[in-house]
């Protein structure tokens, strides 16, 4: 199997610690002493001591949301994310990836995408009068067919506030989804190129991306995978937080008590975990879950519910518990995928940021 | 017995009916990560490419109706059943060494009362460690129970191992915070403890099933204490000239008042400790030692604290070592901070009273050490009672055989080595990891004929032996 020393010095250490087990989303709902870093690891190392890889090895392999939350708290620094990837293009490659993966990659072949398109008139008609380049260049990402709503109230607060900016007309994929279930491998670095050059073909200066998966994926995967952007990438909650902080754009508090769940990749690998609460609380009354803001627990965003639909539910389901306990009657996401998952589970209203902050504009 | 045919399929189909499909396994890679434990020897033997122990299905069932279930099943199949937790146990309790089940309890995880009138709250056993006191602690309380494995370690293996954390002078082992049980016994029945474990009504059941390690029954639900949170915690390190006025020191102490956590470190430790404090290396003995609980109380306990320690010379080091020793107590268990493979070592944990524990010291030391020049030892004494204290020693030998049989063979001689060390001054084969696979030969060594009392209780419990076979020496 394909690994880096890197990867090797990380095996050997994960393959026989326990110490992160209790932060995992996955095996906090299977309760399977598969899903966590140690099990991956000490696979892998027997893997590399001559035992087969096999087919359920590799579902193991998959089983992982890629949350980095075993990276977060690890007190040496070990990040057992590079490994499980290069063992998910190794399993690719082998032939032994799961069928629902091979499924999956077949249809973003296919489409471009992993999310059907998108049909949503509310959302055409508030594109329609955009311009084709801007400065300022919307990257909406998988909301446009995850959470259009999220999509609508993100170009809806942009104009409130007076900005130029553009939508592409045919954004390419951000390639966040290939970059987790194929790992660098060359396909996966191939489409981050071909969509770089698309982007980068506006020639905009700043690009907000309203996804965290898109806004994570640019700057990480393309920088590293030789795919630059000639732009500044900024989150969308950083976007507005300055366009507020500017007087552009203006909340009014109405108290009421939300709860927030933190996206993974936005608190934990792109360490945003301030913006969305600065604006949060200008809107309202913001009560903290029960392990939040780089420690959250995953509710099951990310690519994993695109293939595994039942560990997401699962996630969700616990995640809502958190929020419920906070007494909050509404729980604001930040990211489009978050925003379904948890919908997925009965509770608490879910309200994408976008339109909570929408709906609090003065 | 071996299964034929289709026989196999019929008990997974069983198993598959009590426990739900999805929460049963026979995927090579479940079989491979419940094969490799926290044990040296399951590490060792996967680093050396060997093929770990492999259970031949693993259930994971929600509750104790669903454990009586299974253990009806492979009552009646004869089946061994391993009962795993988190896997954090050092001494392969947990390893399916005679294939078979493994029951897994990590999805009996739900806190199912928080009773704050009583101070107690009931979680099932699968929970771990840590969710249990975080969530504590989020309502204004703490479970006080803090090993080093409070991450990686289920209720339920501290229970069935007698776990000890880091404040136990205080506020005692696992098996003095535990209020009830519920247990599923081999043949399934499903029984409670005792509504209260302070009674009259016979023995405590609670202490039968506490350290049995798995062999019998499975321990599914507990009603643990609760505490509050300290209003202050203060740490205090001195240094003393040696192990014997430390000891004085520390007893004579304990006659007074009850410091929550209390570590004392032999000259090995001591030297390389001091040395990050003061930055010179000193010989002596070095002691941490935290007071707490009201703010009033602790500065009176401070004075007595002072009082005794100054009458045996011990020189004040002030408080910085332990406060970030306090925040840091975890991460020297962290890959990197801690020692693994390629060395090869263990932990021979005892506890005996203050007559015997220094002897046990100096036994142990010179045991290891002449036998095995190889092998450094390393010790200290962290767990204190009125009466005596924990042991705990380590062995290190860097570059053990790479052979793994020839590993295994010298693994076992320091341990037996070590603990009989122990066993021969007033020592016990454990103080707080358990017996597993590792120590269960010593078992009958210490206990003589006593151990007839275990044994009676597996036959008339397990009478067809399934329970967690070669453990706890039964
Ligand atoms: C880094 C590290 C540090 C450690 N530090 C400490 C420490 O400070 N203090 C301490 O006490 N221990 C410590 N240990 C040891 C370990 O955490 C304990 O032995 C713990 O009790 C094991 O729990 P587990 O859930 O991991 O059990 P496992 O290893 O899964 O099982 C241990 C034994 O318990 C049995 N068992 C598990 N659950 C049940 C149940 N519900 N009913 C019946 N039997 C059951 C198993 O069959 C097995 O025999 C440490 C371990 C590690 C890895
Ligand atoms: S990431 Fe750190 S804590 Fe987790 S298994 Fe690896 S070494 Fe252990
Ligand atoms: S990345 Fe997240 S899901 Fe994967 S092992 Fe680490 S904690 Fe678990």
């Known amino acids: 199997m394909y690994y880096t020393d890197s990867d090797k010095r990380t095996i050997d250490n994960c393959r026989f610690c326990f110490m992160c087990r209790h932060v995992c989303p996955v095996g906090m709902v299977t309760g399977s002493e598969a899903n966590n870093a140690r099990a991956r690891a000490e696979l892998i190392s027997l893997v590399n001591r001559g035992f087969p890889y096999t087919a359920d090895m590799a579902e193991v392999v998959y089983e992982c949301a890629l949350c980095g939350a075993c990276t977060t ?24 990836a799961p069928a629902y993966i091979n499924e999956l990659l077949d249809r973003i072949e296919e489409n471009g995408s992993a999310y059907p398109a998108v049909d949503n008139p509310e959302l055409a008609e508030e594109l329609a009068s955009l311009p084709e380049k801007a400065d300022v260049l919307l ?46 491998a060359e396909e996966a670095r191939q489409v981050l190129l071909a969509a770089a050059e698309k982007i980068n073909a506006v020639g905009t200066k700043t690009i907000v991306a309203l996804s965290p998966d898109s806004a994570k994926v640019f700057l990480r995967e393309y920088r590293e995978w030789g795919a630059p952007l000639n732009a500044e990438v900024k989150t969308f909650p950083a976007f507005i937080v300055e366009l507020w902080k500017s007087g552009a754009l203006n909340f009014k508090n109405t108290g009421e008590t939300v709860t927030y769940q933190d996206p993974f990749r936005l608190a934990r690998e ?46 969700a389901a616990r995640r809502m518990k958190d929020a419920i306990s906070t007494g909050a009657m509404t729980i604001i996401t930040a990211c489009p995928t978050s925003c379904a998952a948890l919908r997925s589970a009965e509770g608490l209203t879910v309200k994408p940021l976008e339109v909570f902050l929408l709906e609090h504009t003065c | 017995m071996q299964l034929k045919g289709f026989m196999f399929d019929m008990i997974q189909n069983e198993l598959e009916d009590a426990v739900g499909r999805e929460n049963c396994s026979t995927r090579e890679a479940d079989k491979l990560v419940h094969g490799v434990d926290y044990y040296w020897l399951s590490r060792m033997w996967a680093d050396r490419g060997m093929t770990p122990p492999e259970a031949d299905i693993i259930v994971c069932p929600k509750n104790a109706k669903e454990v009586s279930s299974v253990l009806k099943i492979a009552n009646y199949y004869k089946m061994p059943v391993t009962t795993w937790g988190g896997g954090g146990g050092t001494q392969g309790g947990a390893l399916p060494l005679a294939g078979g089940i493994v029951l897994d309890t990590k999805r009996m995880n739900e806190i199912t009362e928080f009773n704050t009138d009583s101070m107690y709250m009931e979680s099932g056993t699968g929970a771990i460690h840590t969710h249990l006191e975080w969530y504590a602690n989020e309502r204004g309380y703490a479970t006080m129970h803090y090993p080093s494995s409070q991450n990686c370690s289920t209720l339920g293996g501290f229970l069935a191992h007698r776990g000890i954390g880091v404040v136990s002078t205080k506020y005692g082992k696992i098996d003095d915070m535990c209020l009830s049980m519920e247990v599923v016994l081999p043949n399934g029945d499903i029984i409670n403890t005792s509504p209260v474990p302070k009674h009259a009504a016979g023995p405590d059941l609670n202490q039968i099933f506490i350290g049995s390690e798995g062999t019998l029954g499975v ?42 956590c209390m570590r004392l470190y032999d000259e090995a430790e001591t ?67 801690m020692m693994d493979i390629p060395q090869m070592f263990g932990t021979m944990d005892s506890v005996a009273t203050y007559s015997n524990i220094e002897k046990i010291y100096w036994a142990m030391k010179e045991a290891v050490e002449t036998n ?9 004494f962290s767990h204190w009672y009125e009466w005596g204290a924990m042991i705990y020693d380590r062995f290190i030998v860097d570059n053990p055989p790479q052979d793994p049989h020839e590993a295994l063979r010298l693994h076992n001689q320091i341990w037996y080595t070590g603990v009989r060390a122990a066993l021969a001054n007033g020592g016990v084969v454990n103080d707080h990891h358990g017996v597993g696979v590792k120590l269960g030969k010593l078992m009958k060594e210490q206990y003589g004929p006593a151990m007839q009392v275990m044994e009676g209780l597996k036959r008339q419990l397990d009478p067809n032996g399934i329970m967690n076979p070669y453990k706890l020496g039964l």
């Open chain 1, 139 to 184: 990257f909406l990402g998988n909301a446009a067919a995850v959470c259009p709503e999220s999509a609508v109230a993100a170009v809806r607060l942009l104009k409130k506030a007076g900005v130029t900016f553009a939508v592409m007309k045919e954004e390419p994929d951000c390639g966040m989804d290939l970059a987790d279930l194929m790992g660098p």
């Open chain 1, 73 to 96: 708290q690890c007190c040496t620094g070990f990040d057992p994310l590079p490994f499980t990837k290069h063992a998910r293009m190794a399993a690719l490659s082998e032939g032994i």
């Open chain 2, 271 to 337: 030297v390389s400790l001091i040395k990050k404090i003061v930055g010179v290396e000193r010989k002596g003995a070095f002691m941490n030692l935290a007071l707490e609980g009201m703010k009033d109380i602790v500065a009176v306990e401070q004075k007595i604290l002072f009082d005794t320690f100054a009458k045996y010379g011990a020189e004040d080091l002030g408080s910085d070592y332990g406060e970030k020793w306090w925040k840091e107590k975890i991460t020297f268990f962290y890959p990197g901070h």
């Open chain 1, 270 to 315: 792109l360490h945003e975990t301030e913006a969305p609460r600065e604006l949060i609380r200008a809107c309202g009354n913001l009560k903290e879950m029960y392990r939040h803001g780089e420690e959250a627990i995953s509710c099951g965003e990310g690519t994993i519910g695109l293939y595994r639909p039942d560990l997401t539910a699962k996630m």
């Open chain 2, 219 to 260: 321990i599914t639900k507990a009603q643990m204490r609760i505490y509050v949170q300290p209003e202050l915690r203060w740490f205090r390190a001195f240094l003393f000239k040696d192990l014997t006025s430390a000891f004085a020191a520390g007893k004579e102490l304990l006659t007074k008042i009850k410091p929550s």
């Open chain 2, 372 to 380: 095995f020049p190889m092998a450094k030892f390393i010790a200290h």
